[in-house]
């Protein structure tokens, strides 16, 4: 299982799903788009590696890693 906070900038891969079942972070990465079969390219990191800046569905996105966690990728 590889989650999306793995990813190096640059790199792209697919969501294969959502994890956090019953939560409200959960629905609102959904609500952002982030779903199951979407593609995501991480574009960069901060400074410090937290937060990132993903790109999704042709916008720019940024959440912490550790919500990043949440998101399950190939």
């Known amino acids: 299982m590889r989650t999306l906070d793995s990813l190096k900038s640059g790199e792209s891969a697919e969501v294969t ?3 956090g079942e019953g ?3 959960r629905r609102r990465l959904l ?7 979407t593609k995501i390219t991480l574009v ?7 937060p990132i800046e ?9 959440v912490r890693k ?3 966690r949440l ?3 190939q």
Do not use: F, H
């Open 17 to 19: 799903a959502v994890r």
């Open 23 to 25: 939560t409200s972070l």
């Open 31 to 37: 609500d952002m788009g982030i779903t199951p079969k």
């Open 44 to 50: 960069r990191e901060a400074p410090l590696g937290d």
């Open 54 to 62: 993903l790109n999704v569905r042709g916008y720019s996105l940024t």
């Open 66 to 68: 550790s919500d990043a």
């Open 71 to 73: 998101i399950e990728v």
